[in-house]
């Protein structure tokens, strides 16, 4: 069942509340099995187009080269494109707050396959397509250890489950988040926008959130019912909290320039409620204390690691994985310890991005380079993998990531475009599908009656999904 809902528009107030400076820092039906073998292509991992996306490039300037909101135009501009040197220049050591890529983390090879593409980028903003970029072709050098094949698993019975879209107004998500009411929460990074979605009344409602372009990115609500989110779009870079009773915002910022600790990314909480948090761009794990409001960090010894998923276990030890650095973070705050290791196909690049605990205190990840679900146990230090279905569409780009109370593994697919389940006890996959196309789940929440909520962040759809147990 697909509904569509108006958005009514409320106000807003905003409070800020500053951060010490660095100083003060503590620390429809999808393919049968043979489709879906049959169409899969597996992803050309060495080409300039790949690093362009790997590496955050489009990310920031646009998967085009023409700009977004937190990145300038890199083609087609008024006063030419850039020669090949500007680029090796601004990626090595940049201007403003774009992050630095290191050789040890973009090797030489890997970066000339860039700006050969930014040139193809470049030729087809300007029409001049027919010219060639050139690059040097290193493939050789380059080249993964072939990955296992892709499964073959047919979509789950329609009559096992239940799925629901509610296309929303208030523009696409990013993170969800379902608070202690039922209610449905998500952070509107197209809008700019703070969304919730009542499961009762089948209705939306949005607050602009008060900084400007803030794109609002991961979000968490606390067991009191407030709001937090991160805040991404830059030049700000801040954590703000949101009172669904008195519609107030609150904003954390944190420490200013030289902005050693970018970008705060995924938040979750510990046991006392503090929210605890990614630096995507800042090699570092972060933690506001509410009791003083003190920011707490804790920096990862890998450069240009980009701290991705992250979760607090029962015995309140942060978990973290790098999307970049390919390695697991674990941070014991009472110590003020960082431990990294290593993926064992580090240099195949697996691309850790999301994670999840489970009640042996296993971590459960996205290998989204491979379209693998990952296992590492810190007991044993045993480190498993396992291919997901491709579902017809691509087998990489597997994204967000949740555990159930039965200790089965949750987990969105971008290039299959469905939700899927593996229950470690059978290593078997199941797939269901979404009803419309490019949904792209970036994050997923169980509501309290097993529920599981997601929301588009490639078409603006609330997706529910009930499976019959």
């Not at 290191?102 to 050969?116: C, G, H, Q, Y």
């Not at 089948?202 to 937090?228: A, L, M, N, S, Y």
């Not at 029962?314 to 978990?319: A, Q, V």
């Not at 605990?357 to 693998?372: N, P, Q, V, Y």
Request: net charge positive; charged share 20%.
């Amino acid at each position: 069942m697909i509904r569509r809902h108006q958005n009514p528009l409320f106000g807003k107030m905003v409070v800020l509340f500053i951060i010490p400076a660095l100083g003060m820092i503590l620390g429809a039906a999808g393919p049968t099995p043979a489709q879906d073998q049959a169409s899969v292509k597996e992803v050309h991992r060495t080409s300039g187009s790949y690093y362009f996306g790997r590496y955050g490039c489009g990310a920031c300037h646009g998967g085009d080269g023409k700009g977004t909101v937190i990145g300038t135009p890199i083609v087609g501009r008024p006063t030419g494109p850039f020669t090949r040197e500007q680029i090796l220049k601004q990626v090595r050591t940049p201007m403003a707050q774009m992050p630095a890529f290191p050789p040890e983390r973009l090797s030489d090879e890997k970066l000339e396959k860039i700006v050969a593409h930014i040139a193809t980028l470049e030729n087809q903003a300007s029409g001049m397509t027919s010219r060639a970029s050139q690059a040097p072709e290193k493939a050789a050098q380059l080249q993964s250890t072939p990955l296992p094949p892709v499964p073959q698993v047919a979509p789950a019975d329609p009559k096992t489950y239940e799925m629901k879209e509610y296309p929303s107004s208030c523009g696409a998500g990013h993170s969800i988040s379902v608070a202690p009411d039922g209610r449905v929460w998500y952070s509107g990074i197209q809008k700019h926008n703070l969304v919730v979605f009542d499961p009762k009344t089948e209705k939306f409602q949005c607050w602009d959130v008060p900084t400007e372009k803030g794109r609002p990115h991961g979000i968490k609500v606390d067991p009191d019912g407030f709001v937090w989110v991160t805040i991404t779009g830059l030049p700000q870079n801040k954590v703000t909290m949101f009172d669904p009773k008195t519609e107030l915002f609150v904003d954390y910022l944190m420490p200013f320039m030289p902005q050693k600790f970018m970008y705060p990314h995924t938040v979750v909480f510990d046991k006392a409620k503090n929210p605890v948090f990614s630096f995507e761009y800042g090699d570092a794990i972060g933690r506001i204390v509410r009791a003083t409001g003190r920011l707490q960090v804790w920096e990862v010894p890998t450069s240009r690691a980009r701290p991705y998923g992250i979760q607090v276990d029962r015995n309140g030890t942060i978990w973290a994985v790098e999307f970049l650095g390919n390695k697991i973070v674990q941070v014991n705050p009472r110590k003020g310890t960082l431990k990294e290791y290593s993926h064992p196909r580090i240099a195949d690049d697996p691309g850790l991005r999301r994670m999840a605990i489970d009640s042996r205190g296993r971590i459960w990840f996205g290998e989204h380079e491979f379209g693998s679900v990952g296992m590492f146990d810190p007991r044993t230090r045993r480190w498993k993998s396992w291919r997901a279905p491709a579902n017809g569409g691509s087998p990489i780009n597997i994204y967000s990531f949740n555990v159930d109370k039965n200790d089965v593994v949750w987990f969105s697919h971008f290039g299959g475009n469905y939700i899927g389940r593996f229950n470690p006890r059978t290593q078997k996959f199941s797939v269901y599908p979404h009803l419309s196309k490019s949904i792209n789940c970036r994050l997923m929440d169980f509501a309290k009656d097993g529920t599981l909520w997601c929301m588009g962040s490639g078409t603006p759809n609330l997706v529910h999904l009930k499976v019959n147990r």
